[in-house]
């Protein structure tokens, strides 16, 4: 789906994926030319300091930390979307 055509508001990304760890997914998805202003948020359980620097290094726009409180959620993706929405205007 990364090389896919569909247009994306937005990416919620786990650290813990099957195939690929979440920051290496958010370092492909940064990589490709169409995907490069999609806002992207991970979830993890983690509180590694070094995993949250890594996933910002890599592209996020945001880390939310699990438990997640679903309001939160909605704010923070609805804040990064408008915040892409700026940046290409």
Same mark, same amino acid.
Do not use: Q, W
């Given at each position: 789906?990364?090389?896919?055509?569909?247009?994306?508001?937005a990416?919620?990304?786990?650290?813990?994926? /099957?195939?690929?760890?979440?920051?290496?997914?958010?370092?492909?998805? +940064?990589?490709?030319?169409?995907?490069?202003?999609? =806002?992207?948020?991970?979830?993890?359980?983690?509180?590694?300091?070094?995993?949250?620097?890594?996933?910002?290094?890599?592209?996020?726009?945001?880390?939310l930390?699990? =438990?997640?409180?679903?309001? /939160?959620?909605?704010?923070?993706?609805?804040?990064?979307?408008?915040?892409? +929405? +700026? +940046?290409?205007?």
């Amino acid at each position: 789906m990364l090389g896919d055509s569909v247009s994306y508001d937005a990416v919620l990304v786990s650290n813990r994926l /099957f195939d690929i760890g979440g920051v290496a997914l958010i370092t492909r998805m +940064r990589a490709l030319d169409h995907r490069t202003d999609v =806002p992207i948020v991970m979830v993890t359980g983690s509180t590694d300091v070094a995993l949250v620097a890594a996933a910002l290094s890599a592209g996020a726009d945001d880390v939310l930390y699990k =438990p997640v409180d679903v309001d /939160f959620l909605v704010d923070t993706v609805n804040k990064c979307v408008e915040c892409a +929405r +700026r +940046r290409r205007e």
